[in-house]
């Protein structure tokens, strides 16, 4: 792992691509959308994996039947204004991700080896439930899984060069990298916000700066 005392700027292109981002849930993706939309300016390949099929996110009992859909929706055009088409949804059962481990690690070698990543990104084992355990099959998946030849028929061994995660719902302890969003890339993420709802006023709540984007490079 790299450690630095202080934070450093991230600079995407030094990085390369094509980039695939993990995320938990499907609105997850807003705290990395700086380094997203920077890629894709950059002309950068990126691709999102959805873990979780947000079944639990309604907030009126009327939304229990088609708060999968709607949220699948909602999240085609948020990732649209990010520039992002190439989005897979795996639909794990929503706060219940750590009773798919083998699952969910199965689909992500698939979806991975796929799109052949040179960078990945993945959500801090230091958020909440959902977040951990996808963080540990992230983490699991890209170290130990995606470079060895094992399981053939979910495709060719892949090594992903670097490796970075960051956080939603906190603000990510002992960070390598930082992201400071320019004005315009500001104001796409309050539309996202408004897109993905009530991610704003949480943010808000619990303090978290989403002027500024965080990261710890684990590779």
Request: overall charge negative; aromatic content about 10%; glycine content about 6%.
């Amino acid at each position: 792992m790299l450690l630095f005392n202080k934070p450093k700027k991230l600079y995407i292109e030094n990085l390369g691509g094509p980039i695939s981002v993990v995320v938990p849930h499907d609105d997850d993706i807003i705290g990395c959308v700086g380094a997203v939309y920077d890629a894709r300016l950059n002309r950068i390949p990126v691709s999102v994996i959805v873990m979780t099929n947000g079944e639990l996110g309604y907030l009126d009992v009327n939304q229990k039947d088609t708060i999968v859909k709607d949220r699948e929706d909602n999240a085609k055009v948020a990732y649209n204004l990010l520039g992002v088409d190439d989005v897979v949804f795996l639909g794990f059962p929503d706060t219940k991700l750590d009773n798919y481990k083998s699952e969910a690690s199965l689909k992500l070698i698939e979806e991975l080896r796929k799109r052949e990543p040179k960078t990945a990104f993945f959500t801090t084992e230091e958020d909440h439930l959902d977040h951990q355990s996808a963080y540990k099959i992230s983490r699991h998946v890209i170290f130990t899984q995606m470079g060895y030849p094992n399981v053939p028929d979910l495709g060719q061994p892949v090594e992903v060069e670097n490796v970075l995660e960051y956080g939603v719902w906190n603000k990510l302890k002992k960070p390598t990298h930082y992201f400071k969003l320019p004005e315009e890339i500001q104001r796409l993420k309050e539309e996202l916000l408004e897109v993905f709802g009530d991610q704003k006023k949480v943010l808000e709540k619990l303090g978290i700066d989403f002027k500024i984007e965080k990261f710890k490079k684990l590779h």
